[in-house]
């Protein structure tokens, strides 16, 4: 079993940035890659950003230039740097790991709120 706890949401004006992080537990040795989804009220779940064992990334087009992820794997932790946040931004950030042989496992959200 794989564990997700995540931290750092909150509220921030246009143009700020906020950090999220995903601490892994548990089995973590299976994980091969982790990443980020968010749901805005109302919306489905999209990608925002994955990042592989070995550092591969992609991002949602709506994000590129400014989000960044990355990993640092003694701590098995995850990260989400949001830099020029938009209203748009608004949503649930989800945390999620793509482990070997089971269902993804998914943290319980964090509210990021962009105000304009």
């Known amino acids: 079993q794989v564990q997700l706890v995540e931290s750092g949401g909150g509220l921030v004006q246009a143009g700020g940035s906020l950090r999220l992080s995903c601490a892994a537990s548990g089995y973590v040795v299976t994980i091969y890659a982790m990443g980020w989804y968010r749901q805005a009220p109302g919306k489905q779940r999209d990608l925002v950003a994955r990042i592989t064992s070995g550092g591969s990334t992609n991002y949602a087009d709506s994000v590129k230039g400014r989000f960044t992820i990355s990993r640092d794997n003694a701590k098995n932790t995850v990260y989400l740097q949001m830099n020029t946040l938009k209203p748009e931004d608004t949503a649930v950030y989800y945390c999620?790991?793509?482990?070997?042989?089971?269902?993804?496992?998914w943290g319980q959200g964090t509210q990021v709120t962009v105000s304009s």
């Open positions: 999620y790991a793509e482990v070997v042989g089971i269902p993804n496992p």
